[in-house]
C-alpha cells in the first residue's frame, strides 16, 4: 500500500495539463495598433503574416505603444464571447523577438456584464504582466495568472467600486502583446494557450485518501462477513456437542454478565439496572421510598476534546467507583450512557436522599481525577422519590426534570420535590 500509494504521488507530474488553444485558432483574429507618422501607421504585418508585426518606433513617440491584439469577438459586436481563464494556471506563449526592449507587455481585456449592475458606465478592465525578451527567445515562456495587475490608468479613470476593482480573468474578451520601447521590432506571434493542472495536488491526495479508504473498509467488511460466518459455525457446532453442558453454561453465563454490565465501568448498564428492578417488582411499579438520582457529569465533552477519549474513560472509570465506595451495597447503580449514571436507593425520605445527593456532590468536587494540572470534576445530580407507587419511567423524568434545573449552575443538586 505505502509503495503504491509513493508510486501514484510520483506519477502525478505525468498528467497532461488541461489547455486551451488561443492563437492561431480559426475562430481568433489580429490586429495591429501604434502610432502614425506621416500619415502612415509605423507597425505593418510583415510578408502579410497575420501572425507577424513589425514596428519602427521613433524616439519622438515614446510612451505610446506598439503592437498587435487577438481577437475572438466579431468586430460588430466585440464583447458578445468571453473566454473563462479562471480555471487554469496562466498562459503559456511561443513568441520570436527581434529587438532592442528587455520586456513585452502581454495586456488583457476582462469585460464583465454583471458590473454594469454596480456601475453602470464601468468599461472593459485591462490587466497587465511583462516579460522579458531573454526568456522569450529561450523558448515557450509560462506567464501565471498571478502576475496580472490591473492597469492604474483604468482604474483612475473608471474609479471602480471595491468589489469590482480587483484581478478578474472570468470573461476575457482580447489580449495583446505589444512595446513602449523606441527602434526598431520584429515580433511573431506562434502560439498562445492557457494552460493548468488538471487535477489539482489537493484532490489528486484526496482521491488517493478516499481510495484506499473504500478499499480497507472492503477489506474490514468481507472479513468481518468471514469472521461472522466462521462463529456462527462454532456456536453451531457447540450446541450441537454432547457433553459440553457446563462449558455452553459458563459460556452463558459470561455473555449474560456482558449483557447487563458496561465494560468501561464495570457498573450495570441500562440492561442490568432494568432487569434488576423488574426483580423487585414485576408489575414495574416502584414501591413507596424509593430514590432515584440522575447524575451528569458535567462539561465532560470539553474534557474528550481537550485530552482525547482515553482520559475521559479514565475519569468515567474513577467516577464510577467513588461513587460505588459511597453507597449501600443493596443500592442499584448503573451507567445510563455516555457521562449518565442512575442510582436507585430503596427505603429512604426526601431529606436523606437530598443528603446522600449532596454528600455524593462534594465528594465528587473532592475528588483528585486523572487529569493533567490536576482539573477538578464536577457532577449535576437530579433527584426523585417515591410517594406511593410509580414506575420507573415516571420517576425518572420527574429526576430528568431535575436535572436540567441543576445543569443550569452545574456542580449542583436539582430536586423533583420541594426542599
Request: aromatic share 8%; net charge negative; charged share 25%.
Amino acid at each position: 500500500m505505502a509503495l503504491l500509494t509513493v508510486l501514484a504521488i510520483a506519477a502525478k507530474p505525468f498528467i497532461p495539463q488541461k489547455t486551451l488553444l488561443i492563437h492561431p485558432h480559426e475562430d481568433v483574429s489580429t490586429g495591429t495598433f501604434g502610432p502614425t507618422v506621416d500619415g502612415e501607421s509605423v507597425v505593418t504585418f510583415i510578408n502579410d503574416d497575420p501572425s507577424a508585426w513589425r514596428c519602427d518606433y521613433p524616439e519622438r513617440y515614446n510612451g505610446i505603444s506598439c503592437g498587435m491584439s487577438l481577437y475572438w469577438n466579431p468586430p460588430d459586436n466585440p464583447l458578445v464571447r468571453a473566454i473563462d481563464a479562471s480555471q487554469y494556471d496562466g498562459f503559456r506563449i511561443q513568441v520570436n523577438y527581434e529587438g532592442r526592449a528587455e520586456h513585452l507587455r502581454i495586456f488583457l481585456s476582462n469585460y464583465n456584464p454583471a458590473h454594469t449592475k454596480i456601475k453602470s458606465d464601468i468599461s472593459e478592465k485591462y490587466l497587465t504582466a511583462f516579460v522579458s525578451t531573454d526568456e522569450l527567445r529561450s523558448g515557450p515562456t509560462f506567464i501565471g495568472l498571478q502576475e496580472f495587475t490591473v492597469e492604474e490608468w483604468w482604474v483612475a479613470s473608471q474609479n471602480p467600486p471595491r468589489q469590482i476593482a480587483g484581478r478578474e480573468f472570468m470573461h476575457l474578451v482580447r489580449m495583446g502583446i505589444d512595446t513602449i520601447d523606441s527602434g526598431v521590432h520584429r515580433v511573431r506571434v506562434d502560439k498562445v494557450e492557457l494552460v493548468g493542472e488538471r487535477i489539482s495536488n489537493e484532490t489528486y491526495l484526496l482521491l488517493i485518501l478516499l481510495f484506499w479508504v473504500g478499499l480497507l473498509s472492503l477489506e474490514g467488511l468481507l472479513r468481518y462477513y468471514h469472521l461472522k460466518r466462521a462463529a456462527q459455525q462454532q456456536r453451531d457446532q457447540l450446541q450441537d456437542l454432547s457433553g459440553g453442558t457446563d462449558r455452553l453454561a459458563k459460556e452463558n453465563d459470561e455473555l449474560y454478565s456482558r449483557a447487563i454490565t458496561d465494560p468501561l465501568t464495570k457498573v450495570w448498564n441500562r440492561n442490568g439496572l432494568l432487569e434488576h428492578l423488574q426483580k423487585l417488582d414485576s408489575d414495574h411499579l416502584l414501591p413507596a421510598g424509593t430514590g432515584l438520582m440522575v447524575m451528569d457529569i458535567d462539561h465532560f465533552k470539553a474534557v474528550n476534546d481537550a485530552y482525547g477519549h482515553h482520559v475521559g474513560d479514565v475519569v468515567l472509570q474513577e467516577f464510577a467507583a467513588l461513587i460505588r465506595a459511597e453507597i449501600r451495597a443493596v443500592d442499584a447503580f448503573a451507567r445510563w450512557g455516555g457521562e449518565e449514571f442512575v442510582l436507585v436507593v430503596s427505603d429512604t425520605s426526601a431529606a436523606a436522599l437530598k443528603g446522600l445527593a449532596e454528600k455524593l456532590r462534594l465528594r465528587v468536587a473532592a475528588q483528585r481525577f486523572s487529569l493533567p494540572d490536576e482539573q477538578t470534576v464536577t457532577v449535576s445530580v437530579g433527584v426523585a422519590i417515591v410517594e406511593t407507587q410509580e414506575c420507573l419511567d415516571s420517576l425518572f423524568k420527574r429526576a430528568d426534570v431535575a436535572l436540567y434545573q441543576a445543569k443550569t449552575t452545574r456542580n449542583a443538586v436539582g430536586c423533583a420535590f420541594p426542599v
